[in-house]
């Protein structure tokens, strides 16, 4: 730890900085040589950062850089792009109130507050480098239930490639600690994980299942293509989740952020994720496939059957979406025993980039009712979008798409689209709004305040806009 106060009318103010060694088992595999990264406090000694490689847009699968420390007060960084010269760099997302100077062939900049953001030089969205300057994580916590890894590299008990966690457990990842695993909740109530800790290349990342009082915080997931489905995190049939100071990389196929589904009273806020499919996704379906092929050889039903989703909350997100949707509701369901989602909502987020080239899956924010789910209460507020590189800003559809519903929804009735920003780059496609019969309609859609390229929308053209059949009661103001 670096620190260093001034003393100003009796007070003191202090700049404290946590910088985090990378353990000698990585040092040459895990590293990006695309940039330096050097950090300290106003005036005091410059210490290195370790670039973390990171694979990113299931696509291309390039590698750009992460860098990560905590601070308090202020703090200044350099740093400089070692192959090839530059002429500009930007930060994203635009809503960053950082400005780089630049010195030559060093950029510098002072940070004031906690921030997660990126840097690209000339415009190089693929190689570029994620810096995460957090707030310091609450220390260690005290008792006998505290599970404790300190730096360095741990692995997984032998025959398992997750750590399992017991119900009441205090899990605690010290800075420089790196878990080259997944964490297995299946089952568990009261336990909290916490800590500036990575999990490096795990998977499945962390997997709820039938848990409750659940919380998340500060750290720091990495995965490759490694593994298909390799997300962030899965929350199922669980309750009472709280999930805050995330952050998380993702590059394979289906590999969300945060993928929701049956769950209640979840609260996801103050994360940061680049992912290669939906950022984050709320959905009504039990199981993923794989999982409930497995469950259905096993011939034992579910004494405690999944119901429905409802009052999911997604705050102070920062969002970098290489395939898929940003905010997504809806979709997959279960026919035999059909679900509602309910009560969701999306607030103040930044989306710096989005691409989807399949029409189906296109939408910064999108809904979806099939499977014989219904969909009410969901809002977006206070919702900015940088670039569209491909894909749509609206996509609200209550239907039956054959390449992966059996039945149609129930339709969607009720959603606020409120305070919503997109600048109009990239090359985006209509938005769209659209039902399927009177039984499957999209029923009381509200845009307030929506501005493209810095205009107000007014009109569905205006804001290109298609609306279809089964769409009753739209309101543009």
Same mark, same amino acid.
């Given at each position: ?18 910088? &985090? ?11 990006? /040589? ?26 291309? %699968?390039? +590698? ?16 400089? =792009?070692?192959? $090839? ?11 960053? =109130? ?45 008792? /006998?239930?505290?599970? &404790? ?11 398992? @490639? ?21 964490? /297995? ?11 500036? $800790? ?6 499945? $990342? ?18 490759? @293509?490694? =593994? ?33 589904s049956t769950s209640r009273r979840v609260k996801i806020q103050d994360c940061y994720l ?58 997959? $369901? ?12 999306? /607030? ?46 609206? +996509? ?7 390449? &992966?519903? %059996? ?9 606020? !689209? ?24 999209? =029923? ?13 929308? %007014? ?14 009661? !739209?309101?543009?103001?």
């Open positions: 730890m670096l620190a260093s106060s001034l003393l100003l009318g009796g007070a003191a103010l202090a700049d404290t900085l946590r910088t &985090y060694s990378v353990p000698p088992a990585l040092l040459y595999s895990a590293h990006n /040589d695309d940039f330096t990264v050097r950090v300290r406090t106003p005036g005091g000694e410059w210490r290195d950062v370790y670039e973390y490689r990171v694979q990113v847009d299931t696509d291309t %699968k390039q +590698n750009a850089s992460m860098v990560y420390f905590d601070f308090e007060g202020s703090v200044e960084l350099e740093v400089l =792009k070692n192959n $090839g010269r530059f002429d500009q760099v930007l930060v994203a997302p635009l809503s960053s =109130k950082v400005r780089p100077q630049r010195v030559g062939a060093v950029v510098r900049m002072t940070l004031t507050r906690p921030e997660r953001f990126s840097l690209q030089f000339d415009d190089d969205r693929l190689h570029n480098l994620h810096i995460i300057a957090g707030k310091p994580p609450a220390p260690r916590p005290a008792g /006998d239930d505290v599970v &404790y890894f300190e730096p360095g590299v741990h692995t997984p008990p032998p025959g398992l @490639d997750y750590f399992p966690v017991k119900s009441g457990q205090r899990v605690y990842l010290e800075g420089g600690a790196v878990l080259k695993g997944a964490f /297995d909740l299946n089952g568990v109530t009261d336990v909290k994980i916490s800590g500036r $800790g990575l999990l490096w290349d795990p998977g499945r $990342g962390i997997d709820l299942d039938k848990a409750s009082n659940i919380e998340i915080s500060d750290l720091i997931l990495v995965n490759s @293509d490694r =593994k298909d489905a390799a997300r962030v995190m899965n929350i199922r049939n669980s309750q009472d989740v709280s999930v805050h100071d995330l952050t998380g990389f993702t590059s394979g196929k289906w590999s969300d952020g945060i993928n929701i680049r992912v290669s499919d939906d950022a984050v996704v709320v959905y009504a379906v039990a199981d993923c496939p794989i999982c409930r092929q497995k469950a259905a050889q096993t011939g034992i039903p579910d004494p405690n059957p999944p119901g429905d989703t409802a009052d999911i909350e997604v705050r102070n997100m920062r969002l970098w979406v290489d395939v898929a949707h940003a905010l997504y509701v809806g979709h997959f $369901g279960d026919n035999a025993d059909p679900r509602t989602i309910r009560n969701i909502t999306f /607030d103040n987020i930044d989306v710096a980039n989005l691409d989807e080239d399949d029409p189906d899956w296109e939408g910064v924010m999108a809904i979806y009712s099939g499977d014989g789910t219904l969909i009410r209460d969901v809002t977006f507020s206070d919702i900015r979008v940088d670039r569209i590189e491909e894909g749509k800003l609206i +996509n609200i559809v209550a239907g039956n798409n054959p390449r &992966y519903n %059996k039945a149609p929804g129930r339709g969607i009735d009720g959603v606020t !689209l409120r305070d919503v920003t997109f600048t109009g780059e990239g090359l985006p496609s209509a938005s769209i709004i659209k039902g399927l019969s009177p039984q499957t309609a999209v =029923k009381n859609v509200t845009i307030e305040n929506l501005r493209i390229g810095g205009k107000p929308i %007014k009109e569905p053209k205006d804001g290109d806009i298609a609306i279809g059949s089964d769409v009753v009661g !739209l309101t543009i103001r």
